[in-house]
């Protein structure tokens, strides 16, 4: 089961419908110090599908607490700013 993308405040996101991700599934990536919306892109345009609300289906954060075999057991993920556009506000590390 995936984890539903609860809130993206990332506005500039092509994926990003107010405060709604569109995309079909992010993945989290990101540095050793934090973890990034791998998915985010700004092109100016808005893309993804309509009425569709992401979920997580990969994250690549091992040391994440929620991380269990590369998937995330959060009960939910907020995206938004951080070190980059678009960070995994939900991400603790273990």
């Not at 995309?23 to 892109?41: L, N, Y």
Request: proline share 2%; aromatic share 4%; charged share 15%.
């Amino acid at each position: 089961m995936t984890v539903q993308v609860t809130e993206c405040a990332v506005s500039n996101c092509s994926f990003n419908d107010h405060t709604q991700c569109n995309a079909a599934g992010i993945t989290i990536g990101g540095a050793s110090d934090h973890a990034q919306c791998a998915t985010f892109i700004d092109t100016g345009a808005h893309g993804g599908l309509p009425k569709v609300l992401a979920s997580v289906g990969a994250c690549q954060r091992g040391e994440c607490s929620h991380n269990e075999n590369l998937m995330c057991t959060a009960s939910e993920v907020h995206v938004g700013p951080g070190n980059d556009n678009a960070d995994c506000l939900t991400y603790e590390h273990a």
